[in-house]
């Protein structure tokens, strides 16, 4: 079997880089509940020098992952780092140590978190930076102009290349913009999660990068029939149809799934390689569109 590289799904821009659409979420290089440190730290490391050899140059992370622990190990496995990769990180959140996930949105926090990333991924410019706004199962309606400004701020420094924003609604998107300029949104969208589909058709027509976080699910991988359904017939499995779904549903769209293993990390490629002819489109969209209406931003 070939084995699939990146550049086989495509390409957008992110700020000012151009990437392959199909990168990689290292959230899964912690411990259980994203805490402490991986079962195997040489398999993690091998995880992320698979990927860039295979041509994965957009790598998602952030310093709370751990915390810590997944940009110790990319920092590991790949500094230097090759000319051509961008490494997201996120900031708005911390850890406690009994897991949780609060806030961490004043600017003191925010500067904070990004010296945090600058250290521990051992660089001294971040790539992209994305504010995480508060929320899980959806978006909170609530302004971001603080705390973007204050990243804005430190873009101004030169501690920050581009600015995007995580978990955030259109209106959140347009107040963002009014501040300095947004590269991605990276919210949570996959074939049956579709709330945003008219967000992703906006982001698109401004050549916006739309990155979904939890593509497969999450921690409840995706269950439908019809998914199912559509694998058997393709000879595929059920997360590989669910990838190509997602680059076959806007150009705009780039992936970041997470593995803490070669062999899935080559699984997940493959679905570059894959072609969903009009019916399996259609079977698959019926998943969990939504028919909103289109909007503009």
Same mark, same amino acid.
């Given at each position: 079997m070939t084995t699939t590289t990146a550049e086989r799904s495509g390409q957008f821009t992110l700020g000012d880089r151009t990437v392959n659409r199909m990168g990689y979420g290292a959230m899964q290089?912690?411990?259980?509940?994203?805490?402490?440190?991986?079962?195997?730290?040489?398999?993690?490391?091998?995880?992320?020098?698979?990927?860039?050899?295979?041509?994965?140059?957009?790598?998602?992370?952030?310093?709370?992952?751990?915390?810590h622990v997944t940009n110790e190990v990319i920092r590991e496995a790949l500094h230097p780092y090759p000319e051509h990769l961008t490494i997201v990180t996120k900031v708005g959140a911390r850890r406690t140590p009994d897991g949780d996930w609060p806030e961490a949105l004043s600017p003191d926090e925010l500067r904070q978190a990004v010296h945090d990333n600058l250290e521990h991924l051992g660089v001294?410019?971040?790539?992209?930076?994305?504010?995480?706004?508060?929320?899980?199962? #959806?978006?909170?309606?609530?302004? !971001?102009?603080? &705390?973007?400004?204050?990243l804005a701020?430190?873009?101004? @420094?030169? *501690?920050?290349?581009?600015?995007?924003?995580?978990?955030?609604?259109?209106?959140?998107?347009?107040?963002?913009?009014?501040?300095?300029?947004?590269?991605?949104?990276?919210?949570?969208?996959?074939?049956v999660h579709r709330d945003d589909d008219p967000?992703?058709?906006?982001?698109a027509r401004e050549g916006v990068a739309y990155v979904p976080f939890f593509p497969l699910g999450g921690f409840t991988p995706l269950q439908s029939a019809a998914l199912e359904t559509v694998a058997r017939r393709l000879e595929t499995t059920p997360m590989q149809v669910a990838?190509?779904?997602?680059? #076959?549903?806007?150009?705009?769209? !780039?992936?970041? &799934?997470?593995?803490?293993?070669?062999?899935?990390?080559? @699984?997940? *490629?493959?679905?570059?390689?894959?072609?969903?002819?009009?019916?399996?489109m259609a079977e698959l969209d019926r998943i969990g569109g939504t028919?909103?209406?289109?909007?503009?931003?």
């Open positions: 290089l912690a411990g259980p509940h994203v805490m402490g440190p991986p079962a195997d730290r040489d398999a993690a490391v091998a995880v992320l020098r698979r990927a860039v050899e295979l041509g994965v140059d957009h790598i998602d992370t952030s310093d709370y992952y751990g915390p001294e410019v971040l790539d992209v930076v994305n504010l995480r706004m508060p929320g899980f199962a #959806a978006p909170v309606e609530r302004s !971001l102009a603080e &705390p973007f400004g204050a701020q430190l873009q101004q @420094e030169g *501690l920050v290349r581009h600015l995007g924003v995580s978990n955030v609604t259109t209106q959140q998107f347009a107040e963002a913009r009014a501040i300095a300029p947004v590269v991605c949104v990276q919210n949570h969208y996959n074939l967000m992703v058709d906006a982001l990838l190509t779904w997602l680059l #076959a549903r806007s150009p705009n769209v !780039l992936l970041i &799934p997470g593995t803490s293993s070669v062999t899935h990390l080559e @699984e997940n *490629l493959q679905a570059a390689m894959r072609v969903l002819g009009p019916a399996e028919g909103e209406p289109d909007v503009d931003l």
